[in-house]
């Protein structure tokens, strides 16, 4: 980790033992300069006219290049500051340019130890509620902005002039083709598994401290396959959650039936309740953020309790669907495939009209109707509020949102709305998988690489380098869609994953929300911890078990914590004190069963 600081007032230096720091002074522009390193993750050096700063987690990244996750580097010369932040790095850094100072870190505790203020942005919670995280740039810290993955920002120091700020966003590859011929697509297809090789062979020369997660889906199963033919591994790791159904619990059903067909040691984590609980905690005051998904929590408790500590990097298959094919791609498709014949105008709003009338009577009626409600939400205008586009994870209630907030569906996409804008020329599925990487996709891993390095480890993203996004752009959607993961499916046969996990059907890392929702579900202890935080009437109202009104819960759960945690500046230790005496109250109590308790 690092953090940087342009200060009119010479800073006093926090109370770092394990950092190493540069300061220097720049008269003409007014400014000192702090920089400061943990020497572990992101290292310093100094140049003739200034410094540079890289984080890796390779060792042979400093040479090469190959590794390098950020650089920062410092001219005199040119007066310039830039953050490279790379699409692969999964990783946040933050920054804040206020009153002609500039700060800069990989956490937020260090912006706090620099004296930034550290406060909520409430003009993005309507957002947030409805989609589990904000929309990068933007943060949920007032003030306080993302370095934008697959890009960078430079900071200028003009003498006597303050600060200068230009930001270079991800510059997404060429819109892709239109149709390419069997050939071509097998030609393409074949170097993205090159591609996906060199990654894994990057590893070899620290191949005894890589771990392969294993949950029996495609993605990790061809990492793994991957693995073992660059140089034997046969260790393999994967989690589940410990208030899923027996019988129901497909997560190790996949990851253990992968694991025998690959002939691997596989070590199977499943944490006690209480434990999960204490992790959804420790995982928010970590992150600095809301953890979004529910199997996050599983991630830290897996790479702090399941792996060994002497495995410090971690393979993990994450993004690798946004750009070859989200089930929202697959909907999409199929609908647009199964009504091409029907133009989107009036004869379409009358079908959908008599098949709305229908729904309530026959299965098929209601999936005509959301077939037809997907095809003309995908034929509005960019800017509309209704765009399929802003459906890409809204697992949220927007009509909970507009009620509770006093907002629009407009105030709620509107970040979206506005990063589409600069896509012209890009199809509606390429459009999908850049909202997805640089929404989700960016979010998730940069939550994920928090709680794998606070225990010693680091994630390596394969799906997310920039060459493989270029890879896939290269590709045409039919192919992509010729059936759901059509292109990981070929690279799979093509390097011998057993045909079982080819062809059987995809189980997501989710779970039913009837095992979690509701207030007398599994995280029932965990109300009277958020009773302060949010007001005391919604914190009654969260007693949904299913979709939304689930979602609702898990929101409100999450951003209460993360407002005691991270705005209030509350000790974590005294946050899990309370859990563990609400758990042991609830135990204590007869008349208390909880869903979960008794999964």
């Keep these: 980790m690092f953090c940087l600081a342009l200060t009119r007032q010479r800073l006093a230096t926090p ?49 090469d290049g190959q590794g390098l996750l950020i650089r920062v580097s410092y001219s005199a010369y040119q007066g310039r500051l830039r953050i490279e932040n790379r699409a692969l790095s999964g990783k946040a850094i933050y920054y804040r340019l206020k009153d002609g100072e500039f700060h800069c870190a990989t956490q937020l ?5 620099l004296g930034v203020p550290i406060e909520e942005n409430s003009a993005v919670l309507p957002e947030f509620f409805v989609y589990r995280y904000v929309m990068p740039p933007a943060t949920l810290y007032q003030d306080i902005f993302l370095v934008p993955a697959g890009g960078w920002i430079d900071i200028y120091l003009k003498d006597r002039q303050g600060l200068q700020l230009q930001v270079q966003p991800f510059k ?7 149709e390419l011929t069997k050939k071509a697509s097998a030609r393409r297809i074949e170097a993205v598994l090159e591609q996906l090789s060199d990654g894994i062979r990057l590893l070899l020369p620290e191949r005894e401290q890589v771990a392969f997660m294993l949950s029996g889906g495609l993605d990790s199963s061809i990492l793994f396959r991957l693995g073992q033919m660059a140089w034997g591994c046969n260790e393999s790791w994967s989690s589940g959650y410990p208030f899923e159904r027996v019988d ?23 944490p006690s309740l209480e434990a999960y609980l204490k992790g959804l905690i420790e995982a928010i005051a970590i992150a600095e953020s809301p953890v979004h998904h529910l199997q996050s929590v599983l991630l830290f408790l897996l790479f702090r309790d399941g792996i060994p ?18 089930p929202a791609h697959a909907r999409l498709h199929q609908c647009r495939k199964s009504t091409r014949w029907l133009p989107v105008s009036a004869p379409a709003q009358a079908l959908h009209r008599l098949v ?22 995908s034929a509005l205008p960019l800017d509309a509020d209704q765009h399929a586009l802003y459906r890409l994870g809204a697992y949220g209630s927007k009509a909970w949102v507009r009620q509770y907030f006093g907002v629009t569906d407009r105030d709620i996409v509107m970040s979206r709305v506005a990063f589409t804008s600069g896509l012209d020329g890009y199809s509606i599925n390429d459009m999908m998988s850049l909202l997805d990487f640089s929404g989700e996709i960016v979010t998730t891993q940069a939550i994920w690489s928090k709680l794998a390095e606070h225990q010693g480890k680091r994630l390596h993203y394969l799906f997310t380098h920039e060459r493989l996004i270029q ?51 599994i995280f029932q202890p965990l109300l009277p911890l958020i009773e302060g935080a949010v007001e005391a009437d919604l914190v009654r109202s969260l007693d949904g078990t299913e979709g939304e009104d689930a979602m609702l819960l898990w929101n409100v759960l999450n951003y209460a914590l993360w407002k005691r945690l991270c705005i209030g500046g509350e000790s974590l230790d ?26």
């Design 15 to 63: 109370d770092w033992k394990n950092m190493a720091l540069t300061e220097r002074q720049h008269p003409d522009a007014g400014l000192w300069m702090l920089a400061a390193v943990d020497g572990v993750h992101a290292r310093l050096s100094s140049l003739d006219q200034g410094f540079e700063i890289v984080d890796s987690g390779l060792i042979q990244a400093s040479n």
């Design 109 to 113: 505790s260090l912006l706090r130890a």
């Design 574 to 599: 005294d946050v899990l004190l309370e859990c563990s005496e609400s758990c042991s109250s609830l135990s204590a109590n007869p008349v208390h069963s909880g869903q979960g308790a008794s999964a």
């Design 309 to 326: 500590a002497e495995k410090r990097i971690l393979v993990s298959g994450e993004g690798a669907d946004g750009f070859f094919g989200l």
């Design 172 to 178: 997404p590859p060429a819109p892709g083709p239109r």
């Design 471 to 521: 890879l896939a752009f290269e590709l045409d959607w039919n192919t992509k869609l010729e059936r759901p993961k059509y292109v990981l499916r070929k690279i799979a046969e093509r390097i011998g994953v057993p045909d079982s996990i080819v062809n059987r059907p995809k189980a997501s890392f989710g779970i039913s929300a009837s095992r979690w929702g509701g207030r007398n579900g």
């Design 356 to 377: 709305q009338r229908l729904a309530a009577y026959s299965w098929r009626a209601r999936q005509w109707r959301d077939c037809l409600d997907l095809r003309m939400a």
């Design 248 to 270: 129901q619990n497909l997560e190790k059903a996949y990851a253990l039936s992968a694991a025998e067909m690959f002939d691997s040691h596989h070590h199977y984590h499943e």
